[in-house]
């Protein structure tokens, strides 16, 4: 089956830096890819998503990139403002399937 | 806002309980799904519903159970509760096909807590 894992549990920027969550996945025949925000007390919100046959998207503020060489994806926020503060999961879906597999989530912290 | 209902938002029930939770899908959207995230971990798969029908199901005992209307508002009951049932469920709504991955769009979770 498909796990997903993200590297860092907990990640501290400075307000106005950027910030880089990476993550890794193990199927190699996933081909979609979301990353999700979570506030706390609320559910996940979808941030960006990327398909297998791309290596990079971009949103407002955000960027992913795609390896699937070494089966690594990351999300890129530029200049990290506190409202950025949440966990952040990224999830990997095989196509045609119907779930998606979560990472654990690495804790974001803007500091002021 | 997603435009993903759950009700209700916090329950507290006792070990051996029913309970029915509610979510309704986002205007469009003919599949639902349902997650358990426990504390401080991701989402579980629990089961996915495309037009009334089950289309899969993750690694979740037969206690957990669930169905889909046809306006696709959908329940999850979970049977026998125990204490490790305590979690957030999420439901995600999605506009599917057969085949087709698409984007799926979380409300904001109902708190379980079993004593």
């Known amino acids: 089956g498909e796990s997903v894992g993200l590297h860092l549990p907990t990640l501290s920027v400075q307000e106005g830096d950027n910030s880089i969550i990476n993550c890794a996945y193990s199927n190699s025949a996933s081909d979609y890819f979301i990353w999700y925000k979570q506030e706390s007390g609320k559910g996940p919100q979808f941030i960006i998503d990327?398909?297998?046959?791309?290596d990079k998207r971009q949103g407002q503020r955000v960027t992913v990139l795609l390896n699937k060489t070494v089966k690594h994806l990351s999300l890129q926020i530029a200049a990290t403002q506190p409202g950025d503060s949440a966990v952040y999961f990224c999830?990997?879906?095989?196509?045609?399937?119907?779930?998606?597999?979560f990472g654990t989530g690495t804790q974001l912290k803007v500091e002021l | 806002e997603t435009g993903v209902t759950q009700s209700p938002t916090h329950l507290i029930k006792t070990r051996g309980q029913q309970v029915t939770l509610r979510c309704s899908s986002q205007?469009?959207?003919?599949?639902v799904s349902w997650y358990q995230q426990a504390l401080g971990q991701g989402p579980q798969f629990i089961f996915q519903y495309y037009r009334e029908e089950e289309n899969g199901r993750g690694n979740f005992p037969p206690r957990f159970s669930g169905l889909q209307f046809p306006n696709y508002s959908s329940e999850l009951n979970v049977n026998a509760l125990e204490l490790d049932d305590s979690a957030l469920y999420l439901c995600?709504?999605?506009?599917?096909?057969?085949?087709?991955?698409?984007?799926?769009?979380f409300g904001p979770g109902t708190r379980l807590l079993v004593l």
């Open positions: 205007s469009g959207h003919n599949t």
């Open positions: 990327i398909r297998s046959n791309m």
């Open positions: 995600a709504s999605s506009l599917g096909s057969p085949g087709r991955v698409e984007t799926q769009y």
């Open positions: 999830a990997a879906q095989k196509g045609g399937g119907n779930k998606l597999t």
